[in-house]
């Protein structure tokens, strides 16, 4: 009897542990992988930080490239000392150039801690100059060369901020036509992807991998100098497309409409695209790489 009863004992303890087990098993499978409707306006601000860092100077964003592109439609090249050294003289740099192809190449090592921020970085660039009737050059000329077609890698690297630390790679192509002009026009694409830590109070500690493209149309390049140093950013539309994974086991995404003013500040339009469709509006500053405030100006 005793046998039966402890043999009872062990079956009933392995029928309930079985029963916990397929319970755990079935709460893991069943994890919503959809945004939460309470993180949705948290994601937003989430994606308008990381942009702001993607874009500024002094975040180490594109602005730091756009800025190398001025230097080419100047000097022909990106100098080992240029107008503003604050702003971003190169540590390192090694160029190339295929007479056969036409195709100058730069590399540079970039790096710069003011305040809050501090970045590192390696940029590839690959250039070609061309005529106003299309025809490869060797070399940029003043007043000859119209249009620059360029690539921009940057290899992994990481970059403080005041609200976000990023670590990513980045890609590029552009194209800066009108050089024999008055006003040189941006157009292309600028791709980049990594992980991100946030020290803001909506999203303080927070991390997540993410993902996203911005698509340049017609954007004007525009230098200003505040405060000893020099900033490069744009005047014009853009689009972006924005992916993140999240530790909670979802992603979410958010498709966003900028609006460069042209005086270092943007505008983000900013639909949740994997939530309720909601669009939240930031002005961040592209100067310095960092979310402002909800709203327009």
């Given at each position: 009897m005793m046998t039966n009863k402890l043999s009872k004992a062990f079956a009933t303890a392995?029928?309930?542990?079985?029963?916990?087990?397929?319970?755990?098993?079935?709460m893991v499978g069943c994890k919503s992988s959809t945004e939460p409707t309470g993180a949705q306006e948290y994601d937003s601000r989430?994606?308008?930080?990381?942009?702001?860092?993607?874009?500024?100077?002094?975040s180490g964003?594109?602005?730091?490239?756009?800025?190398?592109a001025m230097s080419?439609?100047?000097?022909?090249?990106?100098?080992?000392?240029?107008?503003?050294p604050k702003a971003g003289t190169p540590t390192s740099r090694d160029t190339s150039f295929d007479p056969a192809t036409k195709l100058h190449t730069v590399t540079i090592t970039r790096s710069a801690s003011?305040?809050?921020?501090?970045?590192?970085?390696?940029?590839?660039?690959?250039?070609?100059?061309?005529?106003?009737?299309?025809?490869?050059?060797?070399?940029?000329?003043?007043?000859?060369?119209?249009r620059?077609?360029?690539?921009?890698?940057?290899?992994?690297?990481?970059?403080?901020g005041e609200r976000v630390d990023v670590q990513d790679t980045a890609y590029g192509t552009w194209s800066i036509t009108g050089l024999t002009g008055s006003t040189p026009i941006l157009n292309g694409n600028f791709n980049r992807s990594g992980t991100d830590v946030f020290h803001t109070p909506e999203n303080g500690d927070r991390t997540f991998t993410h993902s996203f493209s911005i698509t340049f149309v017609g954007d004007t390049i525009v230098q200003s100098t505040?405060?000893?140093?020099?900033?490069?950013?744009?005047?014009g539309p853009a689009t972006s497309h924005f992916t993140a994974a999240t530790p909670k086991?979802?992603?979410?995404?958010?498709?966003?409409?900028?609006?460069?003013?042209?005086?270092?500040?943007?505008v983000l339009d900013v639909t949740r695209t994997s939530g309720d469709g909601t669009v939240d509006t930031y002005t961040i500053d592209v100067k310095v790489g960092q979310w402002l405030r909800f709203g327009r100006k």
């Open positions: 392995f029928i309930l542990a079985a029963g916990l087990m397929v319970t755990s098993l079935m989430a994606a308008a930080d990381v942009t702001s860092a993607a874009l500024g100077t002094e964003g594109a602005g730091v490239s756009f800025g190398d080419i439609t100047k000097y022909g090249t990106i100098p080992t000392v240029i107008d503003d003011w305040g809050r921020f501090d970045f590192n970085t390696v940029i590839t660039y690959t250039y070609t100059f061309y005529d106003a009737s299309g025809a490869p050059m060797d070399n940029f000329i003043k007043g000859t060369t119209d620059i077609d360029m690539t921009v890698a940057k290899q992994k690297s990481k970059d403080i505040d405060n000893g140093r020099q900033h490069t950013f744009l005047k086991g979802y992603t979410f995404t958010r498709d966003t409409k900028i609006t460069f003013n042209g005086d270092g500040t943007a």
